[in-house]
């Protein structure tokens, strides 16, 4: 299916509901005001006649005992100029004067030139000329009777029909003037909230094409498409990172089985080309090398895991004294192995974390601390809190880390010069594991050593 522009739809849909709008209001306001008018028209008319009846009746007089016909002539040409023909009669119906008597030609001048006007102008008026009777009273008496006939329902001349066109051209004209100007905004405003959007799409663009370098203006458009830009943008800084770490991983991971693989080959090609004898202490250091591999793979288990650590389970109480002990608890045969003396002291604090996870954290701790420390060395857990939250300290009378690396070893594969002497230990992924739990709990980790004498590995955890 064919897709339109984001602001053509938007500047669509703006311009035809304020066009409805404007269309609407032109319509009901134009009837409403015509109707307006032909009710005023019809009022005047009929106080028109009223007034006539009214001026004609108080011109009685009743010195002479009747109306003063002059006068009479001179209104009754007067309104049938208006488009009213009158007639007078005594209050005994005899006819005094008559517009039609007086001048027919121009009655029907007159009768006809509205007829025919309203027919063709307002033929559904179905209009007609009728008669309406009033009686001229002074003082309560009645003095005769006067016929007012005209153009009924109303009719309108020629300059109220000229008023009327006007209107109805002035109505359209600003209907027509407030859809061209309602156009013009909504492509304006249509323009506003989709130039960042294009903004966003230009940058996914280049994005998804891996250039994560790409970022969009955060500085235009309004709440949302603020919001959506920055996400885009930290969406990218993501990628940018995880496709770092990536290339470091694999560069790593190249690096530590290079070693491993690279002795094995040696090995093997000099015992098939008879230069070395295969011996059992030879195969057996090929054995080492290959449960070297098997440990790294081991790791690269662990790490896929760890990638996932940022994902806790449900936090629940974990008290940590305990915690330590059942952990020391299954060290103990290693511990007994190497005659190291454990200890585990502190009082008990409860945090909200991942039971399995710090578990994992203290078991790393705790393994590094056998591994790295020589026979009849000590190892000691302390428990308690500080001012950050619980503390776990795992301190140790081993190797120790030489200052300029203790932050080094909490980087993936990272291994001191001295534990890779010792043939001890792993590929350096414990650490990394243990510091990015411990992260996602809030808390903090770090170390502090003296080469030779040992180290303390200290994790803060949140309270809460
Ligand atoms: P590994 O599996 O090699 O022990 P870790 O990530 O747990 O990996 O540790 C990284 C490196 O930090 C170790 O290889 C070692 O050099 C150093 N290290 C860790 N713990 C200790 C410790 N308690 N004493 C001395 N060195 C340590």
Request: hydrophobic residues 40%; charged residues 25%; contains cysteine.
């Amino acid at each position: 299916m064919k897709k339109i522009h984001l602001k053509t739809s938007l500047s669509l849909i703006l311009s035809l509901l304020v066009a409805l709008t404007v269309l609407l209001v032109s319509i009901f306001s134009g009837i409403f005001i015509n109707k307006q008018f032909e009710e005023y028209v019809k009022n005047t008319q009929k106080n028109a006649a009223e007034e006539l009846a009214e001026s004609i009746g108080s011109n009685y007089d009743e010195s002479l005992g009747g109306f003063n016909l002059d006068y009479v002539h001179g209104m009754g040409m007067y309104a049938l100029k208006e488009g009213y023909i009158i007639r007078l009669y005594d209050r005994d119906k005899n006819l005094l004067w008559d517009a039609e008597n007086h001048d027919m030609m121009l009655c029907h001048e007159v009768m006809d030139g509205i007829m025919t006007r309203m027919k063709e102008k307002k033929p559904e008026l179905k209009g007609e000329f009728v008669s309406y009777s009033y009686e001229l009273k002074k003082a309560g008496n009645l003095n005769g009777i006067l016929e007012v006939s005209y153009y009924t329902p109303f009719y309108l001349n020629e300059n109220e029909f000229q008023f009327i066109k006007a209107l109805n051209i002035i109505i359209g004209f600003v209907g027509g003037a407030s859809i061209l100007i309602a156009a013009f905004l909504g492509v304006i405003i249509a323009g506003r909230i989709t130039r960042p959007i294009s903004g966003v799409i230009a940058a996914t663009k280049k994005i998804s094409g891996g250039d994560y370098s790409a970022e969009v203006k955060t500085d235009i458009g309004d709440l949302e498409t603020y919001e959506l830009a920055r996400s885009v943008n930290s969406m990218a800084e993501t990628l940018k990172e995880q496709e770092y770490l990536r290339r470091q991983l694999t560069a790593d991971i190249a690096h530590e089985l290079r070693t491993p693989v690279t002795n094995i080959s040696s090995y093997m090609e000099m015992m098939i080309d008879d230069v070395m004898e295969p011996t059992k202490e030879r195969l057996s250091s090929c054995y080492n090398e290959l449960s070297r591999l098997s440990e790294l793979i081991k790791d690269l288990e662990r790490l896929e895991n760890a990638e996932l650590e940022t994902v806790l389970a449900d936090k629940e109480d974990v008290e940590l004294l305990g915690l330590c002990g059942s952990i020391l608890q299954g060290f103990s045969t290693k511990i007994s192995e190497k005659n190291i003396e454990a200890k585990l002291e502190g009082k008990e604090v409860t945090v909200k974390a991942d039971r399995i996870r710090i578990g994992q954290v203290v078991a790393n701790l705790l393994s590094n601390a056998i591994k790295y420390t020589d026979e009849g060395g000590e190892v000691k857990i302390h428990v308690g809190k500080n001012e950050a939250g619980a503390v776990i300290a795992v301190e140790d009378t081993g190797i120790g880390i030489p200052e300029k690396e203790q932050n080094l070893v909490f980087e993936r594969f990272y291994r001191t010069d001295k534990s890779r002497a010792r043939k001890t230990g792993g590929a350096g992924i414990g650490l990394s594991i243990s510091r990015a739990i411990v992260k996602a709990h809030n808390g903090t980790i770090r170390c502090e050593s003296s080469p030779g004498k040992g180290s303390i590995f200290t994790v803060s955890l949140p309270l809460e």
